[in-house]
């Protein structure tokens, strides 16, 4: 089978084409830049899936169509530059499939289209995204659901990932892992929000095996998320113990941890910085609940091969032996077809 992957020379893609390639199809790749990771015998697209022309060269000859191309990033990126990559790609992407005569595809889309979950969220609550992300998220998935409504065997799995992490990934988690590599552990609050967390061979694994199973809805929506869930102390305490650091019994209280930030707030609003202390961000790990279940993916018969604390130590581990010596970046769109894509970074607060 003939499988393009656009956002895949992404964390996420660096895992699908190989496993791919080792099911034994052929692989294009459609991203603003060539992968940094061995792609094989992928055919490479350099291109961005708001242009039209650079979707139906990457198309040629594919049977089905894996979609990871998104603006993601939580800093730096405008609200229309979302809704132009989530949601408007999605609409020139469906006329590539159709102009090819290819009826099956899968969206990544996010649990981010449900806003705030202090309670437990599944498949079955109503949508209602807080953020620009999530809305042209949501505005995605809509885009293909009408694609499939237009009948003809036309078929698209959608898969909401929640915060996703993993050997080669430089985002939330690996963020943590260096603060609690590189500082002594203070942590804030009681630490009993729960975390909810993907890992990245874990989802890779479930949206293959969704993918491939017979008698699929022509449109068919999943959470993932790996269970049990772990509170934000687990998280910290799970990582302290693969660094070989013991933790603490006492902590900060919130209000102190936020007082104590208000210093790189002022930092990241006078020159735009995207530190890695703020109140923001303390708040994001130590108090806000996210709560998502996933019941319906282990109804359909899958079971995950990595426990979740397994994950983060196989993390760390990584972190050890060679995240610690990269320096940590991630590209944005640009906010327009063919203009330069952005290289952001995580400045240092010390």
Known sequence: MNILV????????SYFVPLLQRGGHHVSILDLVRPDFDSGSARIVVGDVRDARAVETAMAGCTRVL????????????????????????????????????????FYSSVAVFGDA????????????????????????????????RGGGRRCLVIRPTITFGVNNFANMYSLI????????????????????????????????????PGR?????????????????????????????KPVSWHVPLWAACLAALPFDLVIGLTGKNLPISSARIRKLFSTVTLFEAEKVRRAGFVPRVPLREGIEKMVRWYQAE?????PFWRTPPERV???????SMASAE
């Open 217 to 245: 809805p022509a449109f068919d929506v999943y959470n993932y998320v790996e269970k049990p869930d772990l509170t934000s102390r687990q998280i910290c305490e799970t990582i302290l113990r693969a660094l070989g650091k």
């Open 118 to 149: 202090p309670k437990p969220h599944d498949e079955g609550q109503t949508p209602a995204p807080t953020s620009p992300y999530g809305g042209s998220k949501l505005a995605g998935e809509r885009v293909f659901r009408e694609w499939t409504e």
């Open 6 to 13: 656009t956002g895949g020379a992404g964390f996420i893609g």
């Open 178 to 213: 260096r603060q609690l590599a590189n500082r002594p552990f203070v942590p804030v609050g009681d630490g009993s929000n729960v975390k909810s967390l993907s890992y990245v061979e874990n989802i890779v694994d479930a949206t293959m095996f969704l993918w491939d199973k």
């Open 67 to 106: 979609h990871l191309a998104a603006a993601h990033h939580d800093f730096g990126i405008s609200e229309k530059t979302y809704y132009d990559v989530n949601e408007r790609a999605s609409r020139i992407l469906c006329d590539a499939l159709d102009a090819a005569g290819v009826a099956d595809a899968c």
């Open 338 to 344: 063919g203009g330069p894509v952005g290289r952001a």
């Open 323 to 327: 995240g610690c010596h990269k320096t």
